[in-house]
């Protein structure tokens, strides 16, 4: 079928329905608003797979997603979506840019989970926005905002408990989402270690219990190991 779209992480194809898109996961790496490129082997598979997986997780709960099914390991069949210009941040540890823009030490618990709203403009290096910002941007309606923020703390719960369940921290972790015919909003794109810090609960040290992309991000190697772990105890979990 026709490629629609291909970003850093994924291609997206049409199909036979117009409603329905086909999303080609890809093994390539970028960080940094990609500064830095490269290639995790076997990370479309393992990041489809543990979406596959997440997306019903979620729609059991009330979620609603743009996830069909998983034809192939590396491609998903997701539902058409007016993707809104937002990325969804929600932090329960400190990590990141929250240390860099705050002084906040790294590991430091939050009191609350903290929800933040980005710009999904790579020309900007998609920039931390204030809600006043948000508006005049016109990027979503205050509706739309308060109801994206409800979501992310539904999910963040969800989230929590699961993968405390499979022995691992979820630190934070970015949100997207789209309108769909009836504009109602979805929750889009993936859950992943590309998406998500996820710390492993069985390692003490600060750099080894990384599972996610911070792993390619600071050059600590066995990318792909903590990816893999990832996917087999959320794969173990589900199994239960």
Same mark, same amino acid.
Request: hydrophobic residues 40%.
């Given at each position: ?5 291909? +970003? !850093?992480?994924? =291609?997206?194809? #049409? ?6 898109? &086909? ?5 390539? *790496? @970028? ?10 082997? +076997? !990370?479309?598979? =393992?990041?489809? #797979? ?6 019903? &997780? ?5 979620? *609603? @997603? ?175």
């Amino acid at each position: 079928m026709p490629k629609l779209y291909e +970003g !850093k992480a994924k =291609i997206i194809y #049409t199909t036979d329905d117009p409603e329905i898109l &086909l999303a080609h996961f890809k093994d390539d *790496a @970028t960080a940094f608003n990609a500064q830095k490129r490269g290639t995790i082997v +076997g !990370k479309g598979e =393992i990041n489809c #797979t543990i979406s596959s997986h997440l997306f019903p &997780l979620l729609e059991a709960s009330g979620i *609603a @997603t743009h996830f069909i099914d998983s034809p192939n390991p590396n491609q998903m069949r997701v539902r058409r979506v007016q993707i809104l210009p937002l990325e969804v941040v929600v932090r329960n540890i400190a990590a990141g840019s929250l240390c860099k823009q705050t002084g906040l030490p790294e590991g430091t618990i939050l009191k609350q989970p903290l929800v933040e709203f980005y710009y999904k403009n790579d020309g900007l290096g998609d920039p931390l926005l204030t809600r006043d910002r948000l508006f005049l941007l016109e990027l979503a309606t205050p509706e739309q905002v308060s109801r994206l923020q409800e979501l992310a703390l539904e999910i963040d719960e969800i989230l929590t408990v699961f993968f405390n369940q499979c022995g691992i921290t979820l630190v934070d972790f970015k949100l997207e989402f789209g309108l769909d015919q009836e504009e109602k909003l979805l929750l889009a794109d993936e859950i992943s270690p590309d998406t998500c810090r996820l710390w492993n609960q069985s390692e003490a040290d600060r750099d080894r219990r990384i599972m996610d992309k911070d792993r390619f991000r600071r050059d600590l190697g066995n990318v792909e190991s903590g990816y893999q772990q990832v996917l087999e105890r959320v794969l173990e979990r589900m199994r239960d």
